[in-house]
C-alpha cells in the first residue's frame, strides 16, 4: 500500500488574499488619477477655450466703443466714472485713466450741472431720461450734447450705475435740418403730383365734354349753314318781288330758288337749332352742377344721371365701341357730394378703358343696388383683371402698374379717400365670370334722412 505524498513547492506560490486584494486597490487608485487627470485636461480646455471667447467679446466690446461716434460714459449711481469710450475722450480731451473716479459733475459747464443732480436724482428713483441736454467741458470748449440715460444692473438684478449716451447736438440740429428739408421737398413732390392726377382727372373730363359738346355743336352749326341757304334765297325772291318783277318771273325764280321747300324746311330748323343749344345748355348745366357739388355739402342725389354721365364723358371720347350695361334698382338715391362720385366713377372707366385696350368686345357694367343702410355700386370689365399679388396695393399712394409717364399712382388712392370722406369704402376684387370689379359703398339717402 502506497502512502499519500504531500504536494512538492514549485518556487510559484499564488498570492496570499490580502496580496491579491493589495493590488486590486493599487489599481483603483491609478484609474482614479487618470479619470483626475483627464477631467483637469478638460477643464483646462474649457478654460482656455472660455478665456478666447471672453477676449475675443472683450476685443469686440471695445472695437464697437471705439467706433461709436457718440459720446459714451459709464459711472455709477453717485456719479463717479467708471468708463468711457474713445469719443468721450476726445470730446474732453482726457483719457479713461485720467477720468476713472472723477465726478460726472466735473465733466460739465457750471450751467449743466442742476441738469446732472437730475439725471442722478432719476438714476436713484430707478427712472431713465431722454434728451437731457448736457454741456460738457470739452477739450476745445463747450461740447454740447443730448444725453439719454439707462441703469446698470449686476447679475441679481440690483441697479449699480448709469450708462450715458449723448449725440452731438450740432450732428442732430443737422439731421434734423435735412429731415425737415427732405420732408418738404417730399410734400412738395407729393402736391406736383397730386396736381398732376387732379390735371389728368380734368384732362379726361374735358375731354368727354368736348366729346359730348361736339354732337349738340354739330347739329346747330348744320341747321345754322341750311338757314343761311334759304336766308339767301329767301332774301333773292324778296328783292325781285319788291322790285315789281312780272308774276310769270317771279313764278320761274320761285320755282328756280326752290322757295316753297325753303319755307316747308325753316321751322325745321329753327328747332333743330333750337334743341342743339338746349343740349349744349344741358351739357353746361350738368357740368357746373357737379363742379358746384365738390365745392358743396353732402346731400342726397340720383346716381343714375352720376354714373351715366361719367361713363359717356370717358367713353365716347376714348373707346366709341365699347359695350356698356346699365343694371340699376329704381330710387337708386345715395348720400354725398354728386361731383366727388362723378369723380371717382370717370377714374374707374378710365382705368377700365386701358385694361380693356386692343381687346376685341370690351364691356362694361354697372350694377346698383340697395344693401341695408347703404347703396352698392359695381364697376365691372371684361379686361384681364387684377393680379392676386397686387389686389391689396392698389389702393396704395403712388402705386402703379401702368408705364412712367401714364399714370401717377393716386387715382385709387384719392378715390379712396374721396369715397371714405362721405361714410362709404371702395373695394376691388376679381369677378367670377373675369376681369377686375370695384365696388362702391355709399350711404343710402332713405337711411341718412331717417
Not at 467708471?82 to 482726457?94: F, S
Not at 449725440?167 to 428739408?181: M, N, V
Not at 343696388?369 to 365691372?380: K, S
Request: hydrophobic content about 45%; glycine content about 8%; charged content about 25%.
Amino acid at each position: 500500500m502506497v502512502e499519500a505524498q504531500p504536494p512538492r513547492m514549485t518556487g510559484l506560490e499564488p498570492p496570499s488574499p490580502f496580496e491579491a486584494e493589495g493590488e486590486r486597490a493599487w489599481i483603483d487608485v491609478i484609474r482614479k488619477m487618470d479619470e483626475t487627470y483627464a477631467d483637469l485636461v478638460a477643464q483646462q480646455v474649457e478654460l482656455e477655450r472660455k478665456n478666447t471667447e471672453l477676449e475675443e467679446a472683450q476685443a469686440f466690446i471695445a472695437g464697437v466703443m471705439a467706433a461709436m461716434t457718440d459720446v459714451l460714459v459709464v459711472c455709477d449711481l453717485a456719479g463717479r466714472i467708471e468708463q468711457v469710450n474713445t469719443a468721450a475722450e476726445r470730446a474732453l480731451g482726457r483719457r479713461t485713466a485720467t477720468l476713472a473716479g472723477s465726478g460726472l459733475a466735473d465733466l460739465v459747464e457750471p450751467r449743466s450741472r442742476p441738469a446732472v443732480e437730475m439725471l442722478l436724482a432719476a438714476a436713484f428713483r430707478h427712472e431713465r431720461l431722454s434728451d437731457l441736454e448736457l454741456t460738457l467741458s470739452g477739450h476745445d470748449g463747450p461740447f454740447p450734447v443730448a444725453v439719454n440715460s439707462s441703469l446698470r444692473y449686476n447679475q441679481r438684478g440690483r441697479a449699480i450705475g448709469l450708462v450715458l449716451v449723448g449725440r452731438p447736438l450740432g450732428e442732430l440740429r443737422r439731421a434734423y435740418r435735412d429731415l425737415a428739408a427732405a420732408h418738404e421737398r417730399l410734400k412738395e413732390a407729393q402736391q406736383q403730383l397730386v396736381h398732376s392726377e387732379k390735371m389728368a382727372s380734368l384732362g379726361r373730363l374735358v375731354a368727354g365734354v368736348a366729346h359730348e359738346l361736339n354732337n349738340p355743336i354739330s347739329f346747330v352749326y348744320g341747321n345754322a349753314h341750311a338757314l343761311r341757304r334759304h336766308a339767301e334765297r329767301l332774301i333773292a325772291y324778296l328783292t325781285a318781288l319788291h322790285a315789281g318783277k312780272p308774276a310769270a318771273e317771279l313764278a320761274a325764280l320761285r320755282a328756280e330758288l326752290r322757295i316753297d321747300h325753303a319755307l316747308a324746311d325753316l321751322p325745321g330748323t329753327l328747332d333743330g337749332i333750337g334743341e342743339g343749344a338746349e343740349r349744349v345748355r344741358d351739357i353746361v348745366a350738368e357740368l357746373r352742377r357737379f363742379a358746384s357739388a365738390q365745392r358743396g355739402p353732402s346731400a342726397p342725389f340720383d346716381l343714375g344721371p352720376v354714373l351715366r354721365a361719367a361713363v359717356a364723358w370717358v367713353a365716347k371720347a376714348q373707346m366709341p365701341g365699347l359695350e356698356t350695361a346699365f343694371e340699376f334698382e329704381d330710387g337708386l338715391t345715395a348720400f354725398g357730394q354728386a361731383g366727388h362720385v362723378h369723380q371717382v366713377v370717370m377714374n374707374l372707366v378710365q382705368n377700365a378703358i386701358d385694361a380693356m385696350a386692343g381687346r376685341p368686345q370690351p364691356r362694361l357694367v354697372l350694377a346698383g343696388r340697395h344693401e341695408g343702410d347703404f347703396v352698392v355700386v359695381t364697376v365691372a370689365d371684361n379686361g384681364p383683371g387684377i393680379p392676386p399679388d397686387l389686389l391689396a396695393r392698389i389702393f396704395d399712394p403712388f402705386f402703379t402698374t401702368k408705364p412712367i409717364g401714364k399714370g401717377t399712382g393716386l387715382g385709387l388712392s384719392i378715390s379712396d379717400r374721396l369715397i371714405t370722406d362721405m361714410g362709404g369704402s371702395l373695394s376691388a376684387d376679381n369677378a367670377p365670370e373675369g376681369g377686375a370689379r370695384f365696388t362702391l359703398r355709399l350711404p343710402a339717402a332713405e337711411k341718412v334722412a331717417s
